[in-house]
């Protein structure tokens, strides 16, 4: 059973314009919440994150949102550039111990 | 100061070898944790190791072992390989309050 789920395998966004990644999931003990960027041939590094006692959190360009009623966070990222292309994975920490990831999402920002 | 690095960054081995992979993690940090990242999915945690000893483990068959040494580095063996273990194997450090880094991966083919 898939605990974190990223529905869109790929997103193509133009340059310039807003891209949104969604990720859902299914536990609401969950209380913290992360986004990573990963290029290829290179290691997923963090991005940005959000506790569950927040529905927002913002960092330059990037912004997560977080719907505790619909289990579902998005990162929305303003504006888009063509170094933002990259597989983005949703994650929550479970235990304190160790990270679940959802499947990813590859965002193209086209020029 | 060196990030977390991971070798081989490549390795090719036939149904039922055993391989090793090694793991330094980044420098003041005490913990390793691997994960396997399948083609197409987000990575899947293997287990964690803390003060040299196995702390949490995910659901993985006991084909999949591993060690940490004294100097916090950490090996990941796969003993009897399967076709299905072909992906990229990544080590993640951490130290308590400041999130995990992650190397490269080895990426392994089981032919």
């Known amino acids: 059973d898939q605990q974190v789920k990223q529905n869109s395998p790929s997103l193509s966004v133009q340059e310039g314009r807003i891209s949104i990644l969604n990720c859902d999931y299914t536990n609401s003990m969950f209380d913290y919440f992360l986004w990573y960027k990963k290029y290829p041939a290179e290691g997923p590094t963090f991005l940005i994150s959000?506790?569950?006692?927040?529905d927002k959190n913002e960092d330059g360009r990037f912004t997560v949102f977080l719907n505790k009623s619909a289990k579902h966070l998005s990162l929305h990222i303003v504006p888009s550039q063509p170094g933002d292309s990259a597989v983005y994975f949703c994650?929550?920490?479970?235990?304190?111990?160790?990270?679940?990831f959802g499947q990813g999402t590859r965002l193209t920002i086209n020029p | 100061d060196a990030g977390v690095t991971q070798s081989p960054t490549h390795l090719i081995k036939t149904r039922g070898q055993q391989v090793t992979l090694r793991c330094s993690p980044k420098?003041?940090?005490?913990?390793v944790s691997w994960y396997q990242q399948a083609l197409g999915q987000g990575p899947q945690f293997i287990f964690q190791y803390y003060e040299e000893e196995e702390r949490q483990r995910g659901n993985f068959p006991d084909r999949f072992s591993g060690h940490q040494f004294p100097n916090y580095s950490s090996e990941l063996n796969v003993n009897a390989l399967l076709l299905g273990d072909s992906a990229l194997y990544l080590c993640a450090s951490s130290l308590v309050g400041q999130g995990w880094y992650f190397g490269a991966g080895t990426r392994l083919s089981v032919l």
């Open positions: 959000i506790s569950s006692i927040k």
């Open positions: 420098s003041g940090h005490d913990t």
């Open positions: 994650a929550v920490i479970q235990g304190a111990q160790k990270l679940v």
